[in-house]
């Protein structure tokens, strides 16, 4: 089993930055696809940003590329998502998810492991 646990949201102010963590334990993980949603109040949940396993390729939805950058250290076994030029639209609960599929399939949102989420909020 896996476990993920997600930190480091809070407020900011528009154009700022912030970084997320998402700690993961449990069985090997290096070779697992690893990846961050969010989701707003009233809104459907959305792909952020996904990373392959053993350092691999990076993916990102339009709405954050050349902003946001993923990125995992695998002997720390902590995944970040750095947060650049954030803005309100920014604002939702981020939550970390795994999957040894791949990418393809945390993209689809139907990674096999979900941590609980960081709240964050960017203020105009």
């Known amino acids: 089993q896996v476990q993920l646990a997600e930190s480091g949201g809070g407020s900011v102010q528009a154009g700022g930055s912030l970084r997320l963590s998402c700690s993961i334990s449990?069985?090997?993980?290096?070779?697992?696809?690893m990846g961050w949603f969010r989701q707003a109040p009233g809104k459907e949940r959305e792909f952020v940003a996904a990373i392959k396993g053993n350092g691999g390729t990076t993916y990102y939805s339009d709405s954050v590329k050349g902003r946001f950058t993923i990125f995992r250290d695998d002997a720390k076994n902590t995944v970040h998502l750095q947060m650049n030029t954030v803005n309100p639209d920014d604002s939702a609960t981020y939550y970390c998810?795994?999957?040894?599929?791949?990418?393809?399939?945390?993209?689809?949102?139907?990674?096999?492991?979900w941590g609980r989420g960081t709240q964050v909020t960017i203020s105009s």
């Open positions: 998810t795994a999957d040894p599929r791949g990418p393809r399939t945390l993209r689809d949102g139907a990674g096999e492991f």
């Open positions: 449990g069985r090997t993980h290096s070779d697992f696809a």
